[in-house]
């Protein structure tokens, strides 16, 4: 799909993106605009290689392809100078071989922030209430009459909710948790989530003042802390060297035997093949999952375990947060053809 074709700076688009303002802001600065329609969702570097082609501006690519040296120096022979990550993340993208090919790389921050979290906020209710289990139920015509252990699960309230990782997102969600449930926090991050524990302190006083049982916080000295004394452990890492299988058997091990555990980040972040022989043993222990280790499949075992809610990678997919990608996307290879500001560079 082409628009604009006399445009003079040729800018292509590995996948069709929700609306068309992103189309607009490119074509309206002399952009042509080309949107790979090929029916396959994942490209491989061959297909990247044929999109690129002889010429070659920009390219707003998606989480799903692998961005190294081959497409980058393709890219560069093609005079390109600009590289848009569709996503927050980028551990698709190797930021040192486009930095070698003068390849300028944006991603999209801040407009997934609450939507992210608001999806692995419902990860977590749907977990620890069994809600997807109880639908199947319903649906499979079984419910023949209220009983009172039927899908008994776990109440949020006064529980302590773990979180891994306070960043934008990680904060986000743990202030939905805490003013939505009035859960006590411990978090772990290598920094100080300063703002967070300000409102944590400011809701706990209100609660104080308004005769309810104050909430409480505290920033966990090691991760361990987190996994052993958290009812609700979301995690929200950036997936790297360090980062990778952060979730392990042993780590799995001491955590609460009827622990909720979502995980809206990456999903190399846990060993899957380990969670699945945890869920197995386990039948408290739920987990809330968006992300995948070899996605888009799953590890054998998992589909079948009832103490997992799995969706496909969708914490970002509202309309409003996608629309907000697109046009930073766009507007971050738009940046670097004009000389504008580029939106966000992960060198930064
Ligand atoms: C991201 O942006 O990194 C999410 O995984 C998809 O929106």
């Known amino acids: 799909e082409v628009?604009?074709?006399?445009?003079?700076?040729r800018v292509v688009s590995t996948k069709p993106m929700p609306g068309t303002r992103w189309i607009r802001l490119l074509t309206d600065q002399d952009?042509?605009?080309?949107?790979c329609t090929e029916k396959k969702t994942i490209l491989s570097v061959e297909d990247i290689l044929a999109l690129i082609g002889d010429k070659c501006d920009g390219v707003i690519g998606q989480l799903t392809e692998d961005w190294g040296e081959v497409l980058f120096s393709?890219?560069?022979?093609?005079?390109?100078?600009?590289f848009s990550n569709m996503a927050v993340g980028y551990n698709n993208v190797n930021v040192n071989a486009a930095n070698k090919y003068g390849i300028a790389v944006g991603n999209t921050p801040g407009v997934l922030t609450e939507t992210t979290a608001e999806l692995a906020a419902?990860?977590?209710?749907?977990?620890?209430?069994?809600?997807?289990?109880?639908d199947q139920?319903?649906?499979?015509?079984?419910?023949?009459?209220?009983?009172?252990?039927?899908?008994v699960g776990n109440l949020l309230k006064g529980q302590t909710l773990g979180v891994i990782g306070a960043g934008r997102i990680g904060s986000a969600y743990a202030r939905m948790m805490i003013e939505g449930?009035?859960?006590n926090l411990i978090y772990y991050d290598l920094y100080q989530a300063t703002r967070l524990e300000k409102f944590v302190t400011a809701y706990g006083q209100f609660l104080k003042?308004?005769?309810?049982?104050?909430?409480?916080w505290k920033r966990a000295a090691t991760m361990e802390d987190v996994l052993r004394e958290g009812d609700v452990i979301s995690l929200?890492?950036?997936?790297?060297?360090?980062?990778?299988?952060?979730?392990?058997?042993?780590?799995?091990?001491?955590?609460?035997?009827e622990a909720v555990l979502v995980n809206a980040s990456r999903g190399p972040v846990i060993d899957e093949t380990a969670l699945v022989e945890h869920l197995r043993k386990n039948p408290m222990f739920r987990v809330g999952l968006d992300v995948f280790e070899d996605e888009p499949f799953m590890k054998p075992g998992l589909a079948e375990q009832k103490n997992a809610v799995v969706v496909p990678h969708i914490a970002s997919a509202s309309k409003w947060t996608r629309e907000g990608m697109t046009t930073i996307a766009a507007l971050n290879v738009l940046g670097k053809i004009k000389g504008y500001p580029v939106w966000t560079d992960p060198n930064r």
């Open 3 to 9: 628009w604009n074709p006399s445009g003079k700076y």
């Open 31 to 35: 952009c042509r605009v080309e949107i």
């Open 74 to 82: 393709a890219l560069r022979r093609a005079g390109g100078t600009a």
């Open 236 to 257: 929200h890492p950036v997936l790297d060297k360090t980062t990778y299988h952060l979730i392990n058997k042993e780590r799995l091990s001491i955590m609460k035997k």
């Open 181 to 183: 449930f009035k859960m």
């Open 122 to 134: 419902s990860l977590s209710l749907a977990a620890a209430r069994r809600i997807v289990e109880a």
């Open 137 to 151: 139920f319903m649906r499979a015509g079984l419910y023949d009459g209220w009983l009172p252990h039927l899908f």
């Open 209 to 216: 003042a308004n005769d309810e049982q104050p909430v409480t």
